[in-house]
């Protein structure tokens, strides 16, 4: 078996013969071969257990197991006692869950801490015919049928050229000694469903199937591959590439594009969204302007046949209210200087220069709220904010994230659009408060 991990990690170039290895050693058959071989072709390796203390003693017996098997290969060892449980419950996740994304997040601590190039795993062929069949049963695209790769990011997995079966039978032959998790054997989720019931049943029609489904992967990884690159440039061309960002984008602009279904995916999914809601998102890109969909960080607004997406943090919270003295100099997304007359006045949407004169302190700067009117400059008559608005024609979205600011009761500046009438500049100002929009700014009053 070791000549065909060395074919694989030079084949996919996973290290180098110089580099130092984080090997995770649970104790099991897997993990064991893995840090077995490993020392047998060579490679220096840290082996790192974790103690979830979730299966009682037996979790007591790994570590113990752990430790002396280490010693016994003359291999350095660290253990790692982690709150897997105390971790699913406060972020209400499964324990599985919990374990996977403690595991490697101190895997990562530990690989900076010590200077190791990757973190190693022992995940086999068999276990990513798995993954390719819990993916499938979710209906996954491209990259989820590509499976597990032999890298991703600091993590290489040089065992999935190798089955179980080889496994197995190289530990038999080097009488190397491991432990069983017991709840392995039980069919009390679905990987463990599939491996014991689903993959049994379908070597019962195809005796040759783990080969076929393991050259289907290889295929898929090659597609998914040539998918990514293209999706990436994709996502550049309608400057979709970065969610941190405010983006938009025109349901006409997507389906102009190859595989629309795929990039819509691609783009929300960066943004939280799950599949099952980008599926809705894209079923429906024909309805009535107004319809939202939020993930746990962003939302998303189909409004007039274009796509809005925002970060949830950032949107407007009604009640929400910042208060501004005469000698504030910066609030919120806000920037303030009184300036003495005669002066130049700005006329962008993005400024707002009022007769000071005018003004009493301290304004309020708050979102706009239903029913809220004002007096356009240039104009006589009142109107509600959200006419106006429309008129500009801003989508529901963007007037619930206008924000408006008062002089008492009355509304000074419809922020980025138009100030009112009643604070304009004239001839007999004395002193100009120049208001500068910065959208970029944080929004904290300071």
């Known amino acids: 078996m070791q000549h065909s991990v060395r074919a694989y990690i030079e084949q996919h170039q996973l290290f180098s013969r110089h580099d130092r290895l984080l090997v ?11 840090l077995s071989v490993l020392c047998e072709l060579g490679y ?21 197991f752990v430790r002396d098997f280490c010693q016994r290969l003359g291999v350095a060892c660290r253990v790692e006692h982690l709150p897997a449980a105390d971790y699913a419950a406060a972020r209400k996740i499964s324990v599985e869950m919990a374990a996977r994304e403690l595991r490697y997040r101190r895997f990562e601590e530990i690989r900076r801490e010590e200077g190791l190039a990757v973190i190693v795993t022992g995940h ?46 190289w530990l038999a032959d080097r009488k190397l000694p491991y432990v069983m998790d017991s709840t392995n ?26 080969a076929l489904i393991a050259r289907s992967i290889d295929l898929q990884r090659e597609s998914a591959d040539f998918c990514q690159q293209e999706t990436a440039r994709a996502l550049c061309r309608l400057h979709l590439d970065d969610v941190a960002l405010f983006t938009r984008l025109a349901v006409a602009d997507l389906e102009n594009e190859s595989l629309p279904e795929s990039l819509l995916f691609a783009w929300l999914s960066k943004a939280g969204f799950d599949a099952r809601t980008v599926e809705t998102v894209w079923q429906h890109r024909h ?102 608005l429309t008129d500009r024609k801003k989508s529901r979205w963007e007037k619930q994230q206008t924000w408006v600011l008062l002089c008492g009761e009355e509304i000074v500046w419809v922020v980025g659009e138009r100030i009112s ?5 004239t001839d007999r100002t004395s002193r100009m408060l120049k208001i500068t929009y910065r959208p970029d700014s944080d929004n904290t009053e300071s």
């Open 24 to 34: 995770a050693l649970s104790g099991g058959p897997d993990s064991v071969a893995l």
């Open 44 to 64: 220096d390796c840290l082996a790192v257990h974790v103690n979830f203390h979730l299966r009682g003693e037996e979790s007591d017996r790994d570590e113990a």
């Open 124 to 169: 086999h062929q068999d276990d990513n015919i798995e993954t390719f069949l819990l993916n499938l049963l979710r209906g996954s695209g491209p990259q989820g049928l590509a499976a597990m790769r032999p890298r991703n990011g600091y993590v290489a997995r040089p065992l999935l050229g190798v089955s179980r079966v080889e496994i197995m039978a």
């Open 185 to 210: 054997a039980l069919a009390d989720c679905r990987r463990n469903q599939i491996r014991l019931n689903l993959l049994p049943e379908i070597e019962k029609i195809e005796p040759s199937a783990r």
């Open 287 to 388: 309805d009535t302007a107004g319809k939202q969909y939020n993930s746990p960080t962003h939302c998303l607004l189909l409004d007039r046949a274009v796509w809005l997406l925002r970060r949830r943090d950032e949107m407007a919270h009604e009640g929400q209210e910042i208060w501004i003295e005469e000698d504030t100099v910066r609030a919120a997304f806000l920037q303030l200087e009184h300036v003495p007359m005669p002066a130049d006045i700005v006329r962008r949407r993005d400024t707002a220069c009022l007769d000071a004169g005018k003004l009493q302190f301290p304004l309020c700067l708050r979102p706009l709220r239903r029913g809220d009117s004002f007096v356009p400059l240039g104009m006589n008559g009142r109107r509600l904010v959200s006419d106006y």
């Open 421 to 425: 009438q009643h604070y304009r500049v």
